[in-house]
């Protein structure tokens, strides 16, 4: 996006560096990165940075509105709602699109949000070791909102932990250690101290819960969820666990409706430049003449499963609960980042955290994802090389 970051980086790749940072992240985490991280990484100008937190600041103003809760009250599925304090999202992740507009300048667009976790730890340490492998620029940062790394990981410990002991704090998620993203979970327990543990290892006695720390029964006074509903109800094979849904003695991090509150289903209620008009199924008098250029989303599901790129009549037809369905206009990802064969297409996740008595949550970080397919995603990119996960560097 930098035209001149661009070339000097393309210069001095090498699949021999490429290889020596993969290298070290593997001897760091050994074998725990499942997904494939590109070569390259994502030069921002100042501009383009601008805009997307422009789009991800009105969009906050909309979630801290009294009347939100009111507005996404039927975004939650009856039987995934969630006992216990709300709080606030402590975390938010706003998706953009690098697109380009009908004038042929570049413009974010976004594609999704949700109030739940990302690679927060992992993009702490993934960019220090690249830098060691490549020359980036000392005026370019993967922090936001005037972050370092000993400010965002002092505040990312903060949001974890709360006012507890890391020993009484987890990260909740079914069999961690077998999730492609596990390599977060050992970055944040790097980083904060608490362990990844199986919704199957949780003991509940009364609204308490405990798990086994080296042995010992340890009470959990916080959690760090990682878990979505979409795949808990999908496994079979978890034996009898308990339901997290019921009143438990917790504070969650954040709270599991987020996940839902902050999604898809805010979409439509979001009018700004950088967001695509959106509308829900249901609520749509007459389908748009030019449907082919739409996308259709179900709202309950994650990663991209179900997304209909290539809209026709029949796709509609085929719904039989429209009110769980949105239809977004597609944007045109512009072909922007050089490779040494075919151009890829960029998406940048800008990660927000909200630190208990702020009046508002902030950006603090970010992870971007390079593809050459019709969508982000592995599938979309089988055997294509400098695509997958990444991260932005913005220009200070």
Request: net charge negative.
């Amino acid at each position: 996006m930098v035209s001149s970051v661009r070339k000097e980086f393309n210069e001095q790749f090498s699949q021999e560096k490429y290889k020596a940072l993969l290298k070290d992240l593997d001897d760091l985490y050994p074998g725990a990165i499942e997904f494939r991280l590109a070569e390259t990484p994502v030069f921002v100008p100042k501009e383009f940075t601008s805009k997307m937190i422009s789009a991800c600041e009105s969009i906050v103003d909309l979630i801290i509105d009294p009347s939100f809760k009111n507005i996404t009250v039927n975004s939650i599925p009856e039987m995934d709602k969630v006992a216990g304090t709300y709080g606030f999202p402590q975390m938010i992740a706003f998706d953009f699109g690098v697109c380009m507009n009908k004038e042929g300048i570049l413009e974010p667009q976004l594609i999704e949000m949700q109030g739940f976790p990302s690679l927060y730890a992992f993009q702490v340490i993934y960019p220090d070791i690249l830098r060691n492998h490549f020359n980036i620029p000392s005026n370019y940062t993967h922090y936001l909102g005037g972050h370092s790394r000993e400010t965002y990981t002092k505040l990312f410990r903060q949001i974890i932990l709360g006012d507890h002991q890391p020993e009484n704090v987890i990260l909740l998620e079914i069999k961690p250690h077998e999730q492609k993203t596990r390599v977060d979970f050992y970055a944040t327990r790097d980083l904060t101290g608490i362990q990844p543990v199986c919704i199957t290892e949780l003991i509940k006695e009364g609204k308490e819960i405990f798990y086994l720390l080296n042995g010992k029964k340890t009470k959990v006074s916080r959690i760090y969820n990682r878990v979505i509903f979409d795949e808990l109800h999908a496994r079979k094979d978890l034996g009898n666990i308990i339901d997290i849904r019921e009143e438990m003695d917790v504070e969650w991090v954040p709270h599991p409706d987020w996940f839902y509150r902050i999604s898809k289903f805010t979409l439509p209620y979001i009018v700004q430049p950088y967001v695509p008009e959106t509308f829900f199924l249901n609520e749509v008098i007459q389908l748009p003449a030019d449907l082919d250029n739409f996308v259709l989303k179900p709202l309950f599901s994650f990663a991209g499963q179900g997304v209909v790129i290539d809209v026709k009549q029949e796709d509609i037809d085929r719904i039989t609960d429209p009110h769980n369905w949105i239809l977004q206009q597609k944007v045109n990802y512009a072909d922007v980042i050089e490779t040494p064969d075919t151009p890829a297409k960029a998406e940048i996740r800008i990660m927000y955290l909200w630190k208990e008595g702020a009046a508002r949550p902030g950006p603090a970080i970010n992870l971007a994802r390079l593809s050459k397919g019709k969508m982000i995603g592995t599938r979309y990119n089988k055997d294509k090389a400098w695509v997958g996960g990444s991260v932005a560097f913005f220009e200070m």
